[in-house]
């Protein structure tokens, strides 16, 4: 299960331009992990305060007139990960984890067809089957058969999605890319690994040589 990240602790509240918005800032909240962009809001110092104090993202509601923490009624709270500033001081990029809908509309994003990464979604099911195999799920069946058969089936997915490369159309080679990725993803769970274990290793490698040498 996700945790809540750290709170942003390097934002400098009194470096932030306050005064260009009349002390209200813009503050657009993104999810951690699939990067939807989940709403906008905006937040006054209290309202800053108050999201790196309590871990929930909270902003100033122009029509209440006061401070509002996210799912204060409805329980759909966003649970911060970081604050930053843009290159003017004038805005923040807020990253969260929602707890349900941001939406009062019940949806996921208030903007409808907000993109978002597909892997992180995918993760997060399998990282749900790995821990309560339901009966009947095909990833049950692969992680009661243990790593070495998920490391096999691995094998042959790669096989098939290079035979595709190479004899197959574009639409069939994306069928194979996308099985094999959905096999590795699964034995990066088995092994107690997942999606943003990766994340920091191919960000680790990134601008170094090993990467293109």
């Known amino acids: 299960m996700h945790e809540s990240g750290p709170k942003e602790a390097t934002l400098d509240p009194d470096a932030l331009a306050w005064a ?14 699939s990067l939807r962009v989940l709403m906008l809001g905006y937040m006054d110092r209290d309202a800053l305060a108050a999201t790196l104090d309590s871990g929930q993202v909270t902003f100033f509601s122009r029509s209440k007139g006061r401070l509002w923490t996210k799912g204060e009624t409805s329980g759909h709270v966003l649970d911060l990960v970081s604050v930053r500033a843009d290159c003017d001081d004038d805005a923040l990029l807020v990253l969260a984890r929602p707890k349900g809908p941001t939406c009062h509309l019940q949806r996921a994003s208030c903007f409808p067809g907000a993109p978002a990464a597909a892997l992180e979604p995918l993760d997060a099911l399998l990282a749900r089957r790995e821990a309560e195999r339901p009966p009947g799920s095909y990833t049950t069946r692969l992680f009661e058969g243990g790593v070495r058969r998920i490391a096999q089936k691995v094998g042959e997915e790669g096989v098939e999605t290079a035979l595709a490369a190479v004899a197959q159309d574009d639409e069939a080679l994306l069928g194979e890319a996308a099985d094999l990725t959905y096999h590795l993803l699964v034995l990066l769970r088995a092994r107690g690994l997942g999606l943003a274990d990766l994340e920091r290793t191919l960000a680790g490698r990134s601008g170094s040589t090993t990467v293109d040498s």
Do not use: M
Request: no cysteine.
């Open 20 to 33: 260009k918005g009349d002390g209200l800032l813009p503050a657009v909240v993104q999810d951690a992990d």
